[in-house]
């Protein structure tokens, strides 16, 4: 079946689509293998499934092909029989939910009196109906149990396509006549797109009534493939085949059509030059990524593989034939990636790919039928004319291959992927001995027989972390040893420098202990899940009191809540889900940039996350950064922020404690590079519902996070639980470590929120928080996760005015200022128009600058003059108490400060600027106290040795701009136009 077929690529559908497995790839096995019983022989050629739905909606698999005589699958399945020679069969098989056995629902048949008729490709349709494609001789039946059956006539071999209900009932079927039909594909509006010897491709509607039709441009061709991609973005048909160039030379095409017209776009050609006998490919499925990126499959016993004339970058070495896999970029089919799908080890192997399919993370698995001796991922598959499916991510990465194992003759021509969890291969099988596909056996028999071998998670597979600590340990060598076992690696990070390198792979119970034996420390690699939830809770708060806290917990509500303005620039690194900001919603904040959104993804899964299947993937990060930032529900509006969102859910499910170490890993690189003396917080509202400390690499990123970065790190205490925060991953490092905040929720008397973690660092509302959603509209949001943003808007707004707080001075500044209600420290935001809140949110002195920017702590020079780190004509001091800005940046070298602005006969006004950091409005008048306790005072001076303290002589001291990092001060002087006389100011900040 062709990939763009697949049900998991229909977006707007009746189909429910949903993503059922966790945040990184599975590991999977063969777990069940049924073949055709009864007397006659029968090959299956195609296969589409279905995903199971909770509990309710079980996973199904249907597969197409041909039989002869007799054909029966299952232990309770009816048997059919066969009129004449071949007829088409239709299977429906579904899994029990609870044995999780899987057994024939229905059959289904194309009876041919006068030939052979073979099914060679099924599709789903948007509606859930079956759309099937193949072949009859002169005269074709297909029975219905509750109608008149429909006949089918052609001259001689005839194309047909027929509609049949997923309960088991042909619905309608027609004869194509002018062609072979090899391949079908079905895009999101129920259009079929054909393929096959006779025509290039061909498009009829969802009646099935004809479109547009493109008959095969030259001899020799053979059209094998086709796909179809799905949206406004995807409006594109892929054809693929073969033609010949010579006796002993057959090459592939793939060829691009526009939908709509059937227009050709764009022709490629893979070839191989080998002399002096040019290698023979062979067509082996093509399908569609998420992304639009075109996937081919080829085999090839060529070593100098080229598509449209660029050699492929994964080669043989060795003389066999090989299977390779293409990526195909939808603009001119430019080459992007390519992959050996093994690397045969000794001459004279053969792989044929027959088929592909592509999962909702770009996941490829390609169909294969191998002989000979096979390297992939440096683990040696011995075949002989044994089936497997070979699994490359979207990146190319090897994932897997998984192959069936016996001297009987078993091929794979078809896989479908109902998901990451689940896999089906079909093919045929004939021998006189047992095909193992896994432990799962298929019987012998001297006919040839269709199976349907199903992949899915073994029942004891866990996902783990396995740390190095040992530096002469290689990293390579335990991911190979992992490989060499079969387990699935989806995780490596090696910063050693860091005391972070780690592998998480998942393993089954057996694989895990042989690594153990061998000296390898393993732990589980623990699920996270966001600690919030939206939606308003029988007997919940009004939503407003959560912002009105911040500024007083103790009530009566005063229906507004007051934050501060800050001037210095924040930076956000939100480890969350993705940010949804096509609704403009943000745009309403101006102090807010949204820069990069970076998908923290292991091997197998998506590239971007998958907004287009589920529109509430983005929901939790969207909620989080409106209550930490966001217009009308944020606590941090009047805060410049920039916002790194780093995305540990790309598939909008659960995520692991190995995707937060990288993210918090990349997070430390990102701003040790970008914004090295910026203040930051780290936000983490997720967390495991498992007890179990944090693990050694965690640590590690987070010590890092701490001591070398200085971003203070804010995490959830958790939701699910009435335990204590301690007990989790990650909100135990509150406790452990001074700089990670863990944050409690409360409701509006001051209570903890039930069934939320116990013994955080600090409270903050957490009922019914007001909150943004996708849509930009009104939600609110209940947990740990609602008290965790409004904490952290509070750490930005205290970071700002205070950019040199450490991670350890930033708890400790919170901590300080708290609200003690309730026996809880609740985290506070002063009123700025409140007495006594400059002095509440001030928690800074020249010497924590001087400590944060590695000065002088005096701000001294040897010889007594003071030190101008930069350069740039303005002392260290100077540019803390009146530009605010980073002494180590040299700017524009200026060497005056106050500015005569406007002058009269009588009276002149000059301009100074002043720290925004320093500013406060009481500084304006007496006693002129800056926000550090320094006093700011003016002097005059007539011949610039003697001065005199003019502070109360001046008028309308007053706040009159901002300039970059400072604010701009005006003050008048009286002038006697009777005296002339030089005057001189001066500005001075002192004890």
């Given at each position: ?5 697949r049900s998991t690529f229909l977006m707007a559908t009746t189909l429910v689509v949903v ?31 279905l995903p199971a739905v909770g509990q309710e909606v079980a996973a199904r698999a249907f ?544 590239l971007d996350p998958l907004s287009g299947y589920d529109p509430m993937i983005f929901e ?372």
């Amino acid at each position: 079946m062709i990939a763009a077929t697949r049900s998991t690529f229909l977006m707007a559908t009746t189909l429910v689509v949903v993503l059922t497995t966790g945040a990184h790839a599975q590991l999977i096995r063969y777990q069940a293998a049924l073949r055709s019983l009864a007397n006659g022989a029968a090959t299956f050629r195609s296969v589409e499934a279905l995903p199971a739905v909770g509990q309710e909606v079980a996973a199904r698999a249907f597969a197409a092909g041909s039989y002869s005589r007799q054909f029966r699958i299952g232990t309770d399945a009816r048997t059919v029989v066969s009129q004449n020679g071949e007829d088409g069969i239709l299977v429906a098989i579904e899994q029990d939910t609870d044995t999780k056995n899987w057994e024939t629902e229905w059959l289904l048949t194309v009876d041919c009196p006068g030939g052979d008729a073979i099914i060679n490709d099924i599709a789903i349709r948007p509606d859930g109906r079956l759309v099937v494609g193949g072949t009859f001789f002169n005269l074709a039946s297909l029975q219905r149990t509750q109608q008149q059956s429909i006949a089918l006539t052609g001259n001689g071999q005839t194309s047909f396509l027929a509609l049949a209900e997923p309960t088991g009932e042909w619905l309608a079927a027609r004869s194509i006549p002018g062609m072979e039909l090899r391949a079908l594909a079905i895009d999101d509006e129920g259009s079929v797109f054909v393929t096959g010897p006779g025509i290039l491709a061909r498009r009829y509607d969802a009646g099935f009534q004809e479109i547009w039709n493109i008959p095969e441009p030259a001899d020799g061709l053979s059209s094998e493939y086709i796909a179809v991609g799905n949206g406004r973005t995807q409006p594109f048909v892929y054809v693929q085949g073969t033609f010949g160039q010579g006796a002993n030379d057959q090459d592939v095409f793939v060829t691009q059509l526009g939908k709509e017209a059937g227009n050709q776009l764009w022709n490629i050609e893979i070839s191989s030059n080998d002399t002096p006998a040019p290698g023979q490919e062979q067509a082996g499925g093509i399908g569609v990524g998420p992304q639009g990126v075109v996937r081919a499959a080829v085999s090839s016993d060529g070593s100098d593989l080229a598509s449209g004339g660029v050699l492929l970058r994964d080669t043989p070495t060795t003389p066999s034939r090989h299977g390779h896999l293409l990526f195909l970029d939808p603009n001119e089919g430019r080459l992007r990636n390519d992959r050996l799908l093994g690397a045969s080890t000794e001459p004279g192997g053969v792989m044929d790919t027959y088929n592909l399919d592509i999962d909702y993370a770009g996941n490829t698995y390609v169909a294969i039928g191998f002989t000979g001796s096979y390297s992939f991922k440096g683990a040696i598959q011995q075949g002989e004319e044994d089936a497997a499916v070979v699994v490359v991510d979207s990146l190319g990465i090897p994932m897997r291959f998984l192959d069936s194992n016996g001297n009987a003759n078993a091929t794979g021509f078809d896989v479908a992927a109902a998901g990451r969890d689940l896999q089906l291969l079909v093919g045929r099988v004939q021998g006189t001995t047992d095909e193992l596909f896994g432990v799962r056996p298929v019987a012998p028999s001297v006919e040839r027989k269709a199976y349907l071998a199903v992949l899915d998670p073994p029942a004891d597979q866990q996902s783990y972390i396995i740390n190095l600590p040992d530096p002469d340990q290689e990293v390579s060598a335990v991911v190979q040893s992992i490989n060499q076992l079969e387990g699935e690696v989806y995780r490596v990070i090696n910063n050693p420098d860091r005391n972070l390198r780690l592998i998480s792979a998942d393993l089954t119970t057996e694989q895990a202990g042989e690594l153990a034996q061998a000296g390898i420390s393993l732990e589980v690699d623990r699920e996270l899940v966001p600690n919030g939830q939206v939606g308003d809770p029988t007997g919940g708060a009004p939503a407003g009191w959560a912002l009105e806290t911040l500024n007083n917990a103790f009530g009566p509500a005063s229906g507004t809540y007051c934050y501060p303005e800050t001037c210095r620039q924040t930076v956000l690194y939100l480890i969350d889900t993705g940010i949804d900001t096509s609704s403009g919603y943000f745009d309403g904040n101006p102090n807010l940039e949204i820069s990069e959104s970076i998908v923290v993804r292991a091997t197998g899964d998506p590239l971007d996350p998958l907004s287009g299947y589920d529109p509430m993937i983005f929901e939790h990060g969207t909620e989080m950064l409106s209550m930490i930032a966001g217009p009308d529900y944020g606590a941090a509006l009047g805060t410049p922020i920039k916002v790194v969102n780093y995305n540990i859910y790309p598939d909008g499910n659960t995520t692991t404690i190995s995707a937060l170490i990288e993210a918090v890993s990349r997070a430390n690189t990102h701003k040790s590079l970008n914004h090295s003396y910026d203040p930051a917080t780290f936000c983490i509202a997720s967390s495991s519902n498992t007890p179990g400390s944090s693990p050694a690499g965690l640590e590690s990123a987070i010590d890092y996070t701490l001591t070398n970065v200085y971003a203070t790190v804010l995490v959830s205490a958790g939701n699910n639980s009435n335990n204590s925060a301690a007990d989790y991953t990650p909100s135990d490092l509150g406790v452990t470590r001074k700089g990670v905040i863990c944050v409690g929720a409360t409701n509006p008397a001051n209570d903890r929120v039930p069934n939320t973690r116990t013994d955080p660092d600090l409270w903050a509302p957490g009922l019914n928080v007001e909150a943004a959603d996708i849509n930009g509209n009104l939600t609110t949001m209940t947990g740990t996760s609602a008290s965790t943003a409004l904490a952290t808007g509070a750490a930005l707004i205290y970071l700002s005015l205070n950019p040199v707080l450490t991670p350890a001075d930033a708890e400790t500044a919170l901590d300080l200022s708290a609200q003690v209600a309730g026996g809880k420290r609740i985290v506070f935001v002063p009123d700025p128009s409140s007495p006594g809140a400059a002095e509440a949110l001030n928690y800074m002195d020249y010497a924590s600058w001087a400590f944060w920017y590695d000065l002088d702590s005096d701000g001294i020079a040897p010889n007594g003059m003071d030190t101008d780190q930069d350069g740039d004509g303005w002392s260290d001091k100077e540019e803390y108490f009146f530009l605010g800005s980073d002494p180590n940046l040299a700017g524009i070298p200026r060497t005056q400060n106050l500015t005569m602005v406007a002058s009269s006969q009588s009276s002149a006004s000059f301009e100074f600027s002043l720290s925004c950091l320093l500013y406060q409005d009481s500084t304006l008048f007496a006693p002129y106290h800056l926000r550090d306790g320094t006093t700011l005072s003016i002097r005059k001076s007539s011949d610039l040795q003697t001065w005199v303290d003019c502070t109360e002589e001046v008028q309308n001291l007053q706040k009159t701009g901002e300039e970059g990092s400072a604010v701009m001060i005006r003050f008048d002087s009286d002038i006697d136009p009777l005296v002339k006389t030089r005057c001189f100011y001066q500005i001075l900040v002192h004890q």
